[in-house]
């Protein structure tokens, strides 16, 4: 049963930084691409970053220079640091491994980036 449990989020304020993780099992983490993705309120969940089994990463132009994705195949976790965080930032975010059909969501981790 595969299982994502996020962590980290929390009450930042603008240009603050957060570092999220989220620890996988149920499948072998190393053979998967891995994304984080975020949903504000009124909004649709959006893909932020993505990071490949070789360590090849890509991010959402609105986090680009701001955020770096990363994984610990050791750990089963992938990470997402973020800087310089803006209030666009606060949203839920969730991890998710790349494949079809998608795995069922976590619980997620909610970002509060306020004054």
């Known amino acids: 049963q595969v299982q994502l449990v996020e962590s980290g989020g929390g009450l930042v304020q603008p240009g603050g930084s957060l570092r999220l993780s989220c620890a996988v099992s149920?499948?072998?983490?190393?053979?998967?691409?891995m994304r984080w993705y975020r949903q504000a309120p009124g909004k649709q969940r959006e893909q932020v970053a993505s990071?490949?089994?070789?360590?090849?990463?890509s991010y959402a132009d609105s986090v680009k220079g701001r955020f770096t994705i990363s994984r610990d195949n050791a750990k089963n976790t992938v990470y997402l640091q973020m800087n310089s965080l803006k209030p666009e930032d606060t949203a839920h975010y969730y991890c998710?491994?790349?494949?079809?059909?998608?795995?069922?969501w976590g619980q997620g981790t909610q970002v509060t980036v306020s004054s």
């Open positions: 990071i490949t089994i070789g360590g090849s990463t």
């Open positions: 998710n491994r790349v494949t079809y059909p998608m795995d069922s």
């Open positions: 149920g499948f072998t983490f190393s053979r998967y691409a």
